[in-house]
């Protein structure tokens, strides 16, 4: 069974008094586990964008809390260090009035070598129907949606893919570029793909072990941006090769080592941390090189659209990636994304909670 929601009467129905796009196309959800975003299309990715409307108007309220998971258990099972992550997972499902289990595998049996599979059918016998899972082995969570019998939601696996990050992102700059008007340009039927088409965006930074970037290359092509990666050679292997296959299937992207050409006129500048806990020795000369040659500066920001803005996933390196004054800036949205964090989750937590599908 399929849950079929209209894009935006999706979250009415589930926060109930909450406005909903009358005109909007019905939009089936149909993904019982969100691994990646790679499988969502155009219109499941404006579901998701339109739900999370719906959430931040519930965030709004004087008591941010509605019953739309009551009696549910989310259970978090982080294989990884997250400040982030974690906590808006949480926060999330208490708003959603879900029952929330914490785990910190440091502290589980998974310290005395219980494998992940024993792990997973250990908090489903314990009640669990959500799983959030984050792990730092690519395909972690594929593994667990196989065992699990209810939906599973990757926190980040690995290099591979962080789905959530992407969507909030995508929330992020959508609501940003839109305006003060985006909902009532939602309401009216504008789609993220006619805001970001031909908005020029750039990642900056490892991309090489950046789960963050992987994603949001699927989210950002997929709403028509002119994306660009961006950073040293050796932080940038392989992306050449997946952008001569994407433009094939019509997803185009660029990538070059040249910063000034990246940021020239951007619309938004997105740097990564340098993730040293899986940095490779010879990767980078050093630090101090890197933030001297890929830093993302004033003087460097001055060359993007003035009022360009400035994102970064955090947890950030400041004065390596990202100057402090750049991160703490006007133009910086970081601290957005934080707080569109939750409100995505909670879009993402019901969509899902509302699936029976079998994959
Ligand atoms: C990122 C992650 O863990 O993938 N952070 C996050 O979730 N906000 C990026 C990073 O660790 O650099």
Same mark, same amino acid.
């Given at each position: 069974?399929?849950?079929?929601?209209?894009?935006? &009467?999706?979250?009415?129905?589930?926060?109930?008094?909450?406005?909903?796009?009358p005109?909007?196309?019905?939009?089936?959800?149909? =993904?019982? =586990?969100?691994l990646?975003?790679?499988?969502?299309? +155009?219109?499941?990715?404006?579901?998701?964008?339109?739900?999370?409307d719906?959430?931040r108007?519930v965030?709004?309220?004087?008591?941010?809390?509605?019953? @739309?998971?009551?009696g549910?258990?989310?259970?978090?099972?982080?294989?990884?260090?997250?400040?982030? @992550?974690?906590?808006s997972?949480?926060?999330?499902?208490k !708003?959603?009035?879900?029952d929330? *289990?914490n785990?910190?595998?440091?502290?589980?049996?998974?310290?005395? %070598? &219980?494998?992940?599979?024993?792990? $997973?059918?250990?908090v &489903?016998?314990? %009640?669990?129907?959500?799983? $959030?899972?984050? =792990?730092?082995?690519?395909?972690?969570?594929y593994?667990?949606?196989? *065992?699990f019998? +209810?939906?599973?939601?990757?926190? %980040?696996?690995?290099?591979?893919a =962080?789905?959530t990050?992407a969507?909030?992102?995508?929330?992020?700059?959508?609501?940003?570029?839109?305006?003060?008007?985006?909902?009532?340009?939602?309401?009216?039927?504008?789609?993220?793909?006619?805001?970001?088409? %031909?908005r020029?965006?750039v990642?900056?930074?490892?991309?090489?072990h950046s789960r963050?970037?992987?994603? !949001?290359?699927?989210?950002?092509?997929?709403?028509?941006?002119?994306l660009?990666?961006?950073?040293?050679p050796?932080?940038?292997?392989?992306?050449?090769?997946?952008?001569?296959?994407?433009?094939?299937?019509?997803?185009?992207f660029?990538? @070059?080592?040249?910063?000034?050409?990246?940021?020239?006129?951007?619309? $938004?500048?997105?740097?990564?941390?340098?993730?040293?806990?899986?940095?490779?020795?010879?990767l980078?000369?050093?630090?101090?090189?890197?933030?001297?040659?890929?830093?993302?500066?004033?003087?460097?920001?001055?060359?993007?659209?003035?009022?360009?803005?400035v994102?970064h996933?955090?947890?950030? !390196? &400041? +004065?390596?990636?990202?100057?402090?004054?750049?991160?703490?800036?006007?133009?910086? *949205?970081?601290?957005?994304?934080v707080t569109?964090?939750v409100?995505?989750?909670?879009a993402?937590?019901?969509l899902?909670?509302?699936?029976q599908?079998?994959a």
């Open positions: 069974m399929s849950l079929v929601v209209d894009p935006a &009467e999706a979250a009415a129905v589930a926060v109930s008094s909450v406005g909903a796009a005109e909007s196309e019905a939009v089936a959800w149909r =993904h019982r =586990h969100l990646d975003v790679d499988r969502l299309s +155009g219109a499941e990715l404006e579901l998701v964008m339109r739900t999370t719906a959430m108007e965030l709004a309220r004087p008591i941010a809390k509605v019953p @739309t998971l009551r549910r258990q989310v259970t978090i099972l982080f294989y990884e260090a997250s400040t982030r @992550t974690r906590v997972f949480e926060v999330a499902a !708003n959603l009035s879900a929330v *289990v785990i910190a595998a440091a502290s589980s049996s998974v310290s005395k %070598g &219980e494998s992940l599979v024993d792990t $997973v059918r250990t &489903e016998a314990l %009640g669990a129907q959500l799983l $959030v899972m984050r =792990h730092s082995v690519s395909g972690a969570p593994l667990a949606a196989e *065992v019998g +209810g939906s599973v939601l990757n926190g %980040g696996d690995g290099w591979h =962080h789905p990050q969507l909030l992102d995508l929330y992020t700059i959508r609501e940003r570029l839109g305006g003060e008007s985006q909902a009532a340009r939602s309401r009216a039927g504008a789609t993220t793909e006619g805001l970001l088409a %031909g020029k965006i990642i900056l930074g490892d991309l090489l963050v970037a992987r994603s !949001n290359i699927w989210t950002l092509t997929a709403s028509g941006a002119d660009w990666l961006c950073g040293p050796t932080l940038l292997r392989g992306f050449e090769a997946w952008a001569s296959r994407s433009s094939v299937a019509g997803r185009r660029q990538v @070059t080592t040249s910063v000034d050409e990246a940021l020239r006129d951007a619309d $938004v500048v997105m740097a990564l941390r340098i993730q040293r806990e899986r940095m490779a020795e010879g980078l000369p050093s630090l101090r090189e890197y933030a001297a040659r890929y830093g993302l500066t004033r003087e460097r920001l001055a060359l993007a659209r003035p009022g360009a803005l994102m996933p955090g947890p950030m !390196n &400041e +004065g390596v990636e990202i100057a402090p004054d750049v991160a703490a800036g006007v133009q910086s *949205v970081i601290t957005d994304q569109n964090g409100a995505v989750r909670m993402v937590l019901y899902l909670a509302g699936t599908v079998p």
